[in-house]
């Protein structure tokens, strides 16, 4: 698990120092740098609109022009658990105006949301999937799923 977790790390940090958030290389170029395979076609990312912890809905359209790091997650979740110190560090060293992570929990009660992301000193937003039907529309199965999204919204 704290390999994983760490490759998840490399991997963000990679991305960026390789594509600077601002430079003309593009993220397929470091992904393929690092040897990942993409899908031949991108998808533009499902718009949605959750609240967050305050009760303000947040959509994920009003951050097009960011790099998103989009990760659906639960309390329960023991490798959900273990990365969310790693996100905080990728946050924290990342986050901008072109970065952002949303970590959308899946059907938990906010108070208990809450209280795990303030016991864990988590500061990127947090957003409360109350029927699953956000992470459906996704796909995430299972848990931890993360997505990249670019800029442009895929």
Not at 61 to 66: F, T
Not at 91 to 117: G, P
Request: hydrophobic content about 45%; overall charge neutral; aromatic content about 14%.
């Amino acid at each position: 698990m704290k390999k994983t977790i760490f490759f998840l790390f490399i991997l963000w940090s990679a991305l960026f120092f390789t594509t600077g958030l601002g430079a003309a290389e593009s993220l397929d170029s470091a992904f393929h740098a690092l040897d990942f395979q993409l899908p031949g076609k991108t998808l533009p990312a499902i718009d949605f609109e959750l609240e967050d912890l305050d009760g303000n809905l947040i959509r994920l359209s009003s951050m097009r022009g960011k790099v998103v790091f989009l990760n659906f997650w639960a309390t329960w979740c023991p490798p959900c658990r273990a990365e969310m110190p790693s996100m905080e560090k990728l946050y924290n060293r990342f986050a901008s105006r072109y970065f952002e992570i949303v970590a959308v929990n899946l059907q938990e009660k906010n108070k208990q949301v809450s209280k795990f992301a303030a016991d864990n000193g988590l500061t990127f937003i947090i957003l409360l999937d109350k029927t699953g039907i956000t992470a459906d529309a996704y796909g995430a199965r299972s848990k931890p799923t993360t997505y990249h999204i670019d800029r442009a919204g895929s």
